[in-house]
């Protein structure tokens, strides 16, 4: 019996027909970084600094900045570790960047926006990973978190660049910059997708409410169409989309999203080992195939109904 069990695939996350799909671990320290390793992450795909900083009063200095995220990219030689400047606001306030009051802090000065109101802090963080960046050898990307439009886009990798980050980009998880995803490419070195904020901004429920959280289903086939806008503008123009959100943590959905157009998934490292096993079922048209299915499904249950059945005659 042991010897007819399939055995689980190791290494680096790839479909069935040997189509790379690099499989990256969600941090928000340098504290999971062993066991992002030995569970066989392949780099960072998200790196949530500002888990790092969530009960400082003051800015941190780019000096202690630096040593934090050196201490991340150690563990990460030649590989790729994409740095999330600090994600403010709503859920997470940081004590020095968010005090206004707002109603709606979901919809309020926060993410990239913050950062603007406060452009020291925002420098100063990337003066530090630049900084960590040259004291390492990993492959150091750096993206903005809750960014609305095609000038934020612009803004932020302009001064990424200028700050000495040579790989910028933009993570989509407000629809807008899903929509407008084609332009916003044509600036940004890349695009991660965030599925977490974008289903909670695509059916307007917040994702924190017990009363809502039916609709925090990133298998709603409004969220998939974004994603394959997405994915149809980083196919043309030649750059890389990948997804950081949960929703790349559901073996299914993980092949869904590939054929969506995603180039690599990022999740917590415990579930890397289910979707490395589950990319290795399908071949890149399978996963087309199973993505257009979701698509055309009228709501999120019957999106991954679909899937499941399709999926089913394929083996
Ligand atoms: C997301 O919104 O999907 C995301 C990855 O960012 P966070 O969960 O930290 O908001
Ligand atoms: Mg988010």
Redesign the pocket.
């Known amino acids: 019996a042991r010897a007819l069990r399939a055995q689980a695939p190791t290494g680096p996350g790839r479909l069935r027909d040997g189509t790379p799909v690099p499989l990256l671990a969600?941090l928000g320290s340098a504290d999971g970084a062993a066991q992002a390793v030995a569970l066989g992450a392949e780099g960072v795909g998200?790196f949530?600094t500002e888990f790092l900083f969530l009960h400082s009063h003051n800015a941190p200095t780019i000096l202690e900045q630096a040593e934090q995220y050196a201490r991340l990219l150690h563990a990460f030689p030649g590989k790729k570790v994409v740095v999330?400047a600090l994600?403010a606001g709503s859920?997470?306030p940081l004590a020095f960047l968010n005090d206004a009051d707002e109603e709606n802090p979901a919809l309020g000065l926060r993410g990239l926006r913050a950062l603007r109101a406060s452009e020291d802090i925002l420098r100063e963080q990337l003066t530090a990973l630049a900084e960590a960046d040259a004291a390492t050898d990993a492959d150091v990307w750096v993206m903005a978190?809750m960014v609305a439009t095609v000038e934020e886009t612009t803004y932020f990798v302009e001064l990424a660049h200028k700050l000495g980050l040579k790989t910028a980009g933009v993570?989509v998880?407000i629809p807008s910059a899903a929509l407008l995803a084609d332009r916003i490419l044509q600036h940004a070195d890349f695009a991660?997708?965030?599925?977490?904020?974008?289903?909670?901004y695509t059916l307007a429920a917040d994702?924190l409410l017990g009363s809502v959280a039916g609709y925090q289903n990133p298998w709603h086939p409004a969220v998939l169409r974004l994603i394959a806008e997405v994915g149809a503008a980083g196919r043309n123009l030649g750059k890389p989309v990948g997804v950081?959100?949960?929703?790349a943590a559901d073996p299914l959905l993980a092949v869904v999203l590939v054929g969506l157009g995603a180039t690599s998934l990022s999740m917590s490292s415990a579930a890397l080992s289910d979707v490395r096993a589950e990319l290795a079922r399908f071949s890149a048209e399978e996963a087309r195939q199973l993505a257009e299915v979701a698509l055309a499904a009228d709501g999120a249950a019957s999106a991954r109904a679909a899937a499941t059945n399709l999926a089913a005659t394929f083996s």
Do not use: F, V, W, Y
């Not at 991660?192 to 909670?200: A, E, F, K």
């Open positions: 969600n998200l949530r999330r994600d859920d997470k978190p993570m998880e991660s997708i965030g599925t977490n904020d974008l289903t909670q994702r950081c959100g949960e929703a």
